[in-house]
């Protein structure tokens, strides 16, 4: 009987010790795939990366083919497997990898969702990678030409094949320095945004699934151009996780002729360049606006600052700035030159001349 006893405790340590030494080796999996590869699935490039997915605590992986903007999402089959299921962009499972790692190296095998082909899968790990690095080099945009009365017109572009990211970028005709400085800018904007979207769209499938609501959307527009300036628009709507969606409209005010960013501040006089207080004349002049075209539930919640004041044909443009709970009180006022002008600074002054139409 003691021997038979002996036997059973041997045995359940052993089916204890196989078990943990299992956890073990799925924790290390884990550790040494959470990073981005990049390697072959049967001999066709691939970038690929694991992360932790919150707020599960679950390892999940994606990867693209190539210069694909579509991700391929990996997702766990059962615990401590090394198997995971490929998802299409269309929620259905498309194949199966089975993979392994060390620190450096991945390899495993892909295989079809019925079973019949069977790929090797080969990568190395690469620290400081950009995961959207390969795809985002081969960026391609769509054009849409937008004319103007005085020649000076500008182009709209979409990022091929990702029409539905809701990213729309800008691009100035003309081809002076001022314009090809803007043009570099708006054309690195337009590409973080595309990037972002991407990562937002994956990290909704993940999160979420297919029918996830993530978005990150934004776009630009000439709102006024003349010798002097441009004016150009960002509208940004974006809900990718976080507590609150965020919107946004942003004006950046460009100097023509080099195309370097205005700061607005500067346009007005030295005691109104750090804020918009209600006790200075400018700010009791938007103050008072405020109260006779505004909510007057929110004149606690409101303040007026030269960061998000920009100038048109019509005068200098205030927006307030509120808390997220009280979004509701942001609004936008037009002082005309001639109200705001014993408010500008001699640079302002000057500035301003470009947006008086003269008749």
């Known amino acids: ?116 082909r069977r790929l090797p899968v080969l990568a190395r790990a690469r620290a400081g990678l950009d995961y959207q690095a390969r795809r985002m080099a081969a960026l391609r945009w769509s054009v849409l030409a937008v004319p103007e009365p005085n020649g000076e017109g500008r182009d709209l572009l979409q990022p091929f ?41 994956t990290t909704g499938r993940l999160t979420q699934g297919e029918g996830h609501t993530y978005e990150n959307r934004r776009t630009w527009s000439v709102e006024t151009r003349n010798r002097g300036f441009v004016v150009v628009v960002q509208t940004s709507s974006d809900f990718c996780g976080q507590a609150h969606p965020y919107l946004d409209v ?54 007026f600052t030269t960061s998000d004041m920009w100038p048109s044909e019509s005068g200098l443009h205030f927006r307030t700035i509120a808390p997220y709970e009280s979004r509701r009180c942001i609004e936008t006022f037009l002082l005309p030159f001639d109200s705001v002008w014993p408010y500008l600074s001699s640079i302002g002054k000057v500035a301003s001349k470009a947006f008086v139409v003269q008749h």
């Not at 800008?170 to 400085?181: A, I, Y």
């Not at 100097?255 to 207080?277: C, F, H, K």
């Open 161 to 201: 094949g990702l029409e539905a990211l809701g990213v729309t970028g800008l691009r100035l005709h003309g081809h002076s320095v001022g314009v090809r400085t803007i043009n570099a800018k708006l054309m690195a904007e337009f590409r973080d945004a595309v990037q972002v979207a991407l990562e937002c769209r």
């Open 1 to 116: 009987m003691s021997n038979l006893i002996s036997d059973m405790n041997v045995g359940r340590l052993l089916a204890i010790f196989a078990l943990l030494i299992n956890q073990s080796v799925y924790a290390l999996a884990g550790e040494c795939l959470e990073r981005t590869w990049e390697g072959t699935v049967g001999g066709l490039p691939v970038t690929m990366r694991f992360e932790t997915i919150y707020p599960d605590d679950k390892l999940a992986g994606r990867y693209y083919y190539s210069e694909n903007v579509n991700d391929l999402l990996l997702m766990p089959l059962g615990e401590q497997s090394g198997r995971w299921a490929e998802i299409d962009p269309m929620g259905r499972q498309t194949g199966v990898l089975t993979l392994s790692c060390t620190e450096a190296r991945l390899s495993g095998e892909w295989k079809s969702g019925d079973g019949r």
């Open 250 to 303: 942003e004006h950046t005010v460009f100097e023509a002729s080099r195309g370097e960013i205005v700061r607005m501040a500067d346009w007005l006089s030295e005691p109104y360049q750090d804020e918009l207080g209600p006790k200075s004349e400018l700010g009791k002049l938007l103050h008072g606006l405020y109260r006779h075209g505004g909510d007057a539930s929110c004149f606690e919640e409101i303040a």
